[in-house]
């Protein structure tokens, strides 16, 4: 079957200070994975779409400074939050898909910004 | 632009009551719709998904939804609900683009 796995599931970072994580797609190819972001008691934001052999785009209210994506392969994405602050926190998920109906979801970064 | 509106934030009922979830979807086109649960402090769990035929979807732990093309609704239900079914649940919108837009989520919880 086709899962999602990303690490970490839990960080804590300084504020100010850079966080990275990642995103492994097995079972299937992921020609697409977008990163959601949920602060706490909201629902999820799309940050970013990153289709392989594409430009990478970017949500309103984010940006490729703030929240550079890497996605090399089918199988795998990293995201990074750069000079994280306390509206940082809060769960990033990942979903991958291949062609554009369904997408799979890992079980999601947890991000404390302390 | 597409969006989902899930109107109930919270929905409070006692433990073998019937439930329905209301979902309503803006799109020009018919969308792939979707709904997830999350529990405390979990990522996300699909619970069923539509992409076209019978309007009405049959997902896990004897969840299901309607589509309603004309309403453009896609309500969630389940004839007895369990205290474990306590959770958010998200109804999201695919349109065919490898990205999903979610409504704000309703907070269900179940009464012994």
């Known amino acids: 079957g086709a899962l999602v796995y990303q690490y970490p599931r839990r960080t804590i970072c300084k504020s100010g200070t850079s966080m990275r994580m990642e995103c492994q797609a097995v079972g299937f190819q992921a020609t697409s994975v977008a990163w959601y972001r949920q602060s706490p008691q909201k629902t999820f934001e799309l940050i970013a779409l990153?289709?392989?052999?594409?430009?990478?785009?970017?949500e309103q209210n984010f940006t490729q400074e703030k929240f550079p994506i890497s996605h090399p392969n089918l199988s795998f994405s990293s995201m990074t939050v750069l000079n994280a602050y306390l509206e940082d926190r809060g769960l990033y998920l990942c979903?991958?898909?291949?062609?554009?109906?369904?997408?799979?979801f890992g079980k999601g970064t947890r991000l404390t910004v302390v | 632009a597409q969006s989902v509106t899930q109107p109930d934030a919270r929905v409070t009922v006692s433990e073998g009551a019937s439930l329905q979830l209301r979902c309503k979807y803006s799109?020009?086109?018919?969308?792939?719709l979707f709904w997830y649960v999350q529990y405390p402090r979990q990522g996300l769990q699909l619970l069923l998904k539509?992409?076209?035929?019978?309007?009405v979807v049959q997902g896990v732990n004897s969840f299901e939804a309607e589509f309603s093309k004309s309403n453009s609704s896609f309500h969630l239900q389940k004839a007895s609900v369990h205290w474990s079914d306590s959770a958010v649940y998200f109804c999201a919108l695919n349109t065919n683009t490898g990205k999903l837009t979610f409504g704000d989520g309703t907070v269900l919880t179940v009464k012994p």
């Open positions: 979903g991958a898909s291949t062609g554009n109906t369904e997408v799979f």
């Open positions: 799109y020009s086109a018919t969308p792939y």
């Open positions: 990153s289709t392989v052999n594409s430009a990478i785009k970017y």
């Open positions: 539509y992409y076209s035929g019978d309007p």
